[in-house]
Every structure is written in structure tokens, then in C-alpha cells.
């Protein structure tokens, strides 16, 4: 059974640092994994997907790396700022067939202004 | 184009009652599926649909179900809610089968249902 773990639960940083957000999973054999970020109360906004055969994305300040082997992902921000607090999830997918995704329990990230 | 949609927003139902939700994906996209949020669970999937068939399903009991429209919409029904029923519900939609390689999923920005 896939399981994804993300360490820390929560993350305070001042604005304009540089930070990494990390994401583990259990069973290397996935299809692909993305990252969302997801304020209070609201619905789930893909940030980042990264194919198995993928090493790396990048969107503007962020990027995302995957290294299947050892079953990790990291999410890369760089100069944080205030509306970058959300909380981040990282889910993967097994399959082509299957739209099923497992998350991770999330981060919740602060940006000290 | 507009994204994807949920209705309600917001639901106050008590115990024993059943509950409808809706989902409307992406125009063109063919796959839906439903997602189960709690505090204590987190993120948990519910099914997925694609072309009016249940494709995938997860471990919940049979109260939970849910059916797909030709025109991609989706439904979610819960009868006899329980407490643990409260929760935020995600739908998400996907292309699925058309561009392999492109496939992120697009969420919805949820119903948020409070079983008293």
C-alpha cells in the first residue's frame, strides 16, 4: 500500500528565504507525482506535476525535483513571500489507468513578513 | 475557460439524512473523481468516473456512491450520514486518455458538509 509522508507538518520562514518542502513515498512504482498548494478552506491548486521519466519542473519560483529510486520529491521555493503561506501537498499516482491520488499529510507553510 | 465547479458550497445536514453533491469538470475533460477531506484522514480518494462508468473506487462503505452524466458531470451521494461524514469534498477533473503525458488534475474548490 502507497504511503506518502511529508516532513515537517508546519514550516515558519521570513520573507525572501529560500525553502525546500519534502515529500516520501513507499513504492517507487508510480506514474507521476504533483504538487498542490491549498489555502484555509479552500479547494486543492495543482502547482507542479512531474512525470516518472521526469527528474525535474520548474514554474517560475518554484521547482520541483523527483528522485524515484529513493522514493523522495522536494518542492523548491525560492524568494519566499507572504502569499506563498498555503499548505502544500504532494500526491502521487500510480498509473495511467487509474486517477487515483494518494497525498501526503501536507505542509503548512508560513511566510513571516 | 472556466474551471471546475462544485454545488453547494456549503451543507448542514443531520443524521440519518442523505446528501447530494455535484461536479462539474473542465469543459472536454472526460474524468472525474471524488476526494474525501478531513482533519484526521486527510486527502482520502473516493471514486473516480469516466464515460458514465465507475473506473476506480475506494475504501469507503457502500453509502458512498456516485454516478457520472454524459455530458462528464458528476454526482456524489451519501445516505444515512453519520457524523464522520463531516467533511470537505473535492472533485477533480482530468482529460484522461487523450494526452497521457499532460494529465495534472484539476480540482475543484469543494463542498463543505457538516453533519449535526
Known amino acids: 500500500k502507497q504511503e506518502v509522508t511529508q516532513i515537517p507538518a508546519a514550516l515558519s520562514v521570513p520573507e525572501g528565504e529560500n525553502l525546500v518542502l519534502n515529500c516520501s513515498f513507499t513504492?517507487?512504482?508510480?506514474?507521476?507525482l504533483q504538487w498542490f498548494r491549498q489555502d484555509p478552506g479552500k479547494g486543492l491548486t495543482s502547482l507542479l506535476l512531474?512525470?516518472?521519466?521526469?527528474r525535474e519542473q520548474t514554474s517560475g519560483r518554484l521547482n520541483a525535483s523527483l528522485d524515484k529510486s529513493s522514493g523522495r520529491s522536494t518542492l523548491y521555493i525560492a524568494a519566499s513571500q507572504p502569499g506563498d503561506s498555503a499548505t502544500y501537498l504532494c500526491?502521487?499516482?500510480?498509473?495511467?489507468?487509474?486517477?487515483?491520488?494518494?497525498f501526503g499529510t501536507g505542509t503548512r507553510l508560513t511566510i513571516i513578513p | 475557460k472556466a474551471g471546475v465547479t462544485q454545488t453547494p458550497r456549503y451543507l448542514i445536514k443531520t443524521r440519518g439524512q442523505q446528501v447530494t453533491l455535484s461536479c462539474s469538470p473542465i469543459?472536454?475533460?472526460?474524468?472525474v473523481s471524488w476526494y474525501q477531506q478531513t482533519p484526521g484522514q486527510g486527502l482520502q480518494f473516493l471514486f473516480e468516473?469516466?464515460?458514465?462508468?465507475?473506473?476506480n473506487k475506494g475504501n469507503f462503505p457502500g453509502r458512498f456512491s456516485g454516478r457520472q452524466f454524459s455530458n462528464s458531470r458528476s454526482e456524489m451521494n451519501v445516505s444515512t450520514l453519520e457524523l464522520g461524514d463531516s467533511a470537505l469534498y473535492l472533485c477533480?477533473?482530468?482529460?484522461?486518455?487523450?494526452?497521457?503525458?499532460?494529465?495534472?488534475?484539476?480540482f475543484g474548490p469543494g463542498t463543505r458538509l457538516t453533519v449535526l
Open positions: 512531474i512525470q516518472s521519466s521526469q
Open positions: 468516473y469516466f464515460s458514465e462508468t465507475q473506473r
Open positions: 500526491a502521487v499516482r500510480l498509473n495511467f489507468g487509474n486517477e487515483k491520488l494518494t
Open positions: 469543459s472536454g475533460h472526460r474524468s
Open positions: 513504492d517507487s512504482a508510480i506514474y507521476n
Open positions: 477533480a477533473s482530468s482529460l484522461k486518455r487523450q494526452t497521457p503525458y499532460k494529465d495534472t488534475q484539476y
